[in-house]
């Protein structure tokens, strides 16, 4: 019989671990099948395209990942918040894809695992810069841009690509593009915690287009009916939950 320990979800948090209607909340059931299969030696982990401190703000203490794939999979941590793997995009890359998207986008650096940004408005706890060159070097791990509808979003995802493509990668989440180091993604992510961790069966589960990697690279891919078709049609079943992805994925025993 295989360990439980070899077996393994990696969920999104914007949209599937967190709902986002009628208001921002985390489904209680969901919170307690992810205890219950904690605890039963199942490894459970959160991927996002959030920066690290955005991630940690919001995330209830009930939920304790074995691991963690932030800004889609530049930064992976262990459950002790060790890094296990950390990929940058370089400051003059950072500027130059700031200086194309300026006036046609709302863009934020996620470095250090914090947000920075050149904007006058924004959040308090968001940090203010100049130029991308007021942020420590090697540390930031991608970058956020908002546009105001999803056309314009993968218009500019084709040029950010055709444009910077040596450099970065960008990824869509509706109206948001999350631009992470070239080599990065949350599959490739999910592929390196597999190995890291010795898992041999990975779930995963996602509800937009940046989690088409996700699925992909998953033993056993879940998402909802109501996700966009590209979505649907890279995954193995639909579900209405994570609570109900876990049910799937270990069922408990007789």
């Known amino acids: 019989m295989e360990d439980s320990a ?49 991630l940690k703000r919001e995330l209830p203490p009930a939920i304790e990942p074995d691991f963690l794939i932030v800004s889609s999979g530049a930064w992976i941590l262990g ?13 003059a890359a950072a500027q130059e ?21 050149a904007r006058d408005q924004a959040p308090a706890h968001w940090r203010r810069i100049a130029s991308a060159a007021d942020i420590p070097e090697n540390t930031i791990h991608a970058i956020s841009a908002e546009f105001p509808d999803l056309e314009t979003a993968h ?29 990065c993604s949350k599959g490739a992510a999910v592929t390196f915690v597999k190995q890291h961790l010795g898992i041999t069966r ?15 690279a998953s033993d056993v891919a879940f998402t909802f009916p109501a996700s966009p078709p590209a979505v649907r049609a890279c ?3 639909l579900v209405a939950s994570v609570a109900e992805a876990i049910a799937l994925l270990a069922p408990p025993a007789p």
């Open 6 to 54: 070899q077996t393994a979800l990696a969920s999104d948090y914007d949209g599937t671990l967190q709902r986002w209607h009628p208001y921002p909340h985390i489904l209680p059931e969901d919170v307690a099948a992810i205890r219950a299969f904690r605890a039963a030696g199942f490894r459970f982990g959160i991927c996002t395209g959030r920066c690290l401190s955005e």
């Open 79 to 91: 459950a002790d918040g060790t890094t296990l793997r950390e990929t940058v995009i370089p400051n």
């Open 97 to 117: 894809i700031l200086d194309f998207l300026r006036d046609r986008a709302i863009v934020a650096f996620q470095a250090a695992g914090v947000l920075w940004t």
């Open 155 to 183: 218009t500019f995802a084709a040029e950010i690509s055709a444009r910077f493509g040596a450099v970065v990668t960008p990824f869509q989440n509706i109206t948001i593009l999350d631009i992470a180091p070239a080599a």
């Open 202 to 216: 990975m779930g995963g589960i996602g509800d937009s287009f940046n989690d088409i990697p996700l699925l992909q």
């Open 235 to 237: 995954a193995d079943r």
